[in-house]
């Protein structure tokens, strides 16, 4: 069935953009996860497409064996995905944590800064 290799070939290529993806979130490549993940928005719309297509096309027979045969396929997308996803929170807490860091060296250096110069501005300012 000639939907179902189109639909093999594009759940091949999500499979190829998830493992691209995955190598972007680790190696912090965001632009790369962007461009990932607007390529995906555009297979999910294409998939749909295809999915249409098989329904409209084909007997409930064919279709259910269709699904039978890309059951194992979206099983392992969803592996994948998730697998990312997982990831991508880890990194996002790294992320906070350093954030969170530093923050608290910076108002600490605030406070190093206001403790230090305090009795000097007043001395400026009196001769402003």
Not at 51 to 56: F, I, N, W
Not at 88 to 107: D, M, V, W, Y
Not at 114 to 122: L, M
């Amino acid at each position: 069935m000639n939907v179902e290799n189109d639909l093999l070939k594009l759940y091949d290529g999500w499979r190829t953009l998830t493992l691209e993806e995955r190598r972007a979130i680790t190696t912090a490549d965001w632009a790369t996860v962007a461009e990932v993940q607007q390529e995906k928005r555009l297979l999910q719309d294409r998939a749909a497409e295809l999915r249409e297509q098989l329904l409209s096309e084909s007997s409930p027979e064919a279709i259910r064996s269709t699904e039978e045969r890309l059951h194992k396929v979206l099983a392992e997308l969803i592996t994948l995905e998730k697998e990312n996803a997982e990831i991508l929170g880890a990194s996002r807490s790294t992320a906070q944590a350093e954030e969170a860091a530093l923050n608290r060296s910076c108002r600490s250096l605030k406070q190093v800064r206001n403790a230090y110069s305090s009795g000097r501005r007043h001395a400026w300012h009196s001769y402003s």
